[in-house]
């Protein structure tokens, strides 16, 4: 009874202490004793058992109560401040490595737990092939390759959130489905720089709990890993993807842009021939990375940018791709609206002198519907809602790296939307928000 009560507690033991730490009670087993030989079974089971994780506690600030926002969510509607958990992360990777040194398999688990309840993250299983070390495959629940923003993690990110174009498109950022990569792992490959990446997703992400149709959304990404230009101190990475995908149109019901009277509108196409085509989700980026040295200890100047386009389907009131057949509350299917968008964010990240200090500038935008500009959202017959409004953001803000397991962040972002012949969206809404956030990450 007490040796079964002290081995998970060794186990532990070795799969968070570092290696020196472990080799000392490594030592410490007797070996001779069948006890021993069952803790040097179970450790060299689990030793490439490991984990990681990090909270996010932050305070945020409103311009108005009951602010919409991406940055965290909307505020209630009595409430233009709040404490909030914003991530809770715990993960947990197993990996297995060959004689040469090189993976075999991974498997990754990762959920997050806030105020607002526990949520899966990550899912997944990825196998190496190990003849020529090039490619492997993935399935399971995982980030969608696709772009730069999308696939940074909400640790290492140097604003709160993503842009509202990366958020609104990519919602959750994963989904479920399976990927084939092309990454050489031998150091000594000449392609040992450039990623490529193709899979097959259900397309709602973890917005649905399963798929409501068989189409399935093709996503690709290639990219080039940062190389040092030569003759300077800095290095350079960027890539291309794509997404083509869509949804099953259960409804006759599709709207797309045209004119009335010379000016833009939704046109209404009711034909029963409508129902079970696809509609269009396909989306067109592309992203740059420069990053510049300051000199050793003084960190670095960053350059990011990101630019999307394309054709979204969604519904009346929300750009967001459904995660259920869209319906009315009586349970009438909901017409589809089919729009054009664009959107783009820059970064600039400066070193204040040290690793320690950073300052960032971001600005990005997100037109959901090119085709519709200002004063041509509520003009009376053009079908047109706030969900077809632009929307600009600026935001700064200063980071602290205490230490490797303590980040401090201040950051204001400026909103600004087009005005509009919509109630309540003809001026600028009072949606500013600031937040204050601190990061333990272990």
Not at 137 to 145: E, N, Q, S, T
Request: with cysteine; aromatic share 14%.
């Amino acid at each position: 009874m007490r040796t079964a009560r002290i081995f998970p507690i060794v186990i532990l033991m070795l799969c968070f202490t570092g290696t020196a730490r472990a080799q000392f009670l490594m030592d410490m087993i007797d070996t001779t004793t069948e006890m021993g030989k069952g803790m040097i079974s179970m450790y060299m089971k689990y030793d490439a058992l490991r984990f990681s994780g990090y909270i996010q506690p932050q305070f945020q600030m409103a311009q108005s109560r009951g602010a919409q926002s991406y940055a965290g969510g909307n505020f209630p509607a009595a409430s233009d401040n709040r404490f909030t958990l914003r991530r809770g992360r715990i993960r947990v990777d197993y990996e297995r490595y060959n004689k040469q040194d090189m993976p075999v398999v991974q498997f990754a688990f990762q959920f997050d737990g806030t105020e607002r309840g526990v949520n899966i993250r990550d899912f997944y299983g990825r196998f190496f092939e190990t003849k020529f070390n090039l490619f492997s495959l993935v399935g399971g629940m995982f980030a969608r390759p696709f772009g730069y923003e999308v696939n940074l993690s909400s640790a290492d990110r140097e604003t709160p959130e993503r842009g509202r174009m990366s958020q609104i498109l990519m919602r959750t950022e994963r989904d479920l489905g399976a990927m084939v990569s092309f990454e050489p792992r031998r150091k000594d490959h000449p392609l040992r720089f450039l990623k490529i990446d193709v899979g097959a997703f259900n397309g709602q992400g973890l917005t649905a709990t399963t798929d409501f149709d068989s189409h399935k959304d093709f996503i690709g990404r290639i990219a080039i890993k940062p190389r040092k230009i030569k003759g300077t101190k800095s290095q350079l990475s960027g890539g291309v993807s794509v997404l083509y995908g869509g949804m099953q149109q259960f409804t006759k019901q599709i709207r797309t842009m045209g004119t009335t009277g010379g000016k833009p509108a939704f046109m209404i196409d009711s034909s029963v021939s409508n129902v079970g085509k696809i509609a269009p989700r396909h989306y067109y980026g592309a992203d740059v990375q420069w990053k510049i040295s300051n000199g050793e200890g003084k960190g670095f100047t960053q350059f990011r940018a990101e630019y999307l386009r394309g054709r979204q389907t969604a519904t009346a009131l929300t750009t967001e791709t459904p995660g259920v057949i869209p319906v009315e509350a009586d349970g009438r299917l909901q017409p589809l609206y089919i729009r054009n968008f664009d959107g783009a964010y820059l970064y600039y990240i400066q070193n204040l002198g040290s690793i320690k200090h950073q300052a960032v500038l971001k600005y990005d935008w997100y037109d959901p519907n090119t085709k519709a500009k200002g004063k041509d959202i509520g003009a009376p017959g053009a079908g047109l809602t706030p969900a077809d409004i632009r929307y600009n953001t600026v935001g700064i803000g200063y980071l602290y790296y205490a230490n490797e397991h303590l980040k401090f962040m201040v950051y204001y972002d400026w909103v600004t939307n087009e005005s509009t012949e919509l109630d309540g969206y003809k001026d600028d809404l009072k949606d500013n928000v600031l937040t204050c956030r601190m990061q333990y990450r272990f």
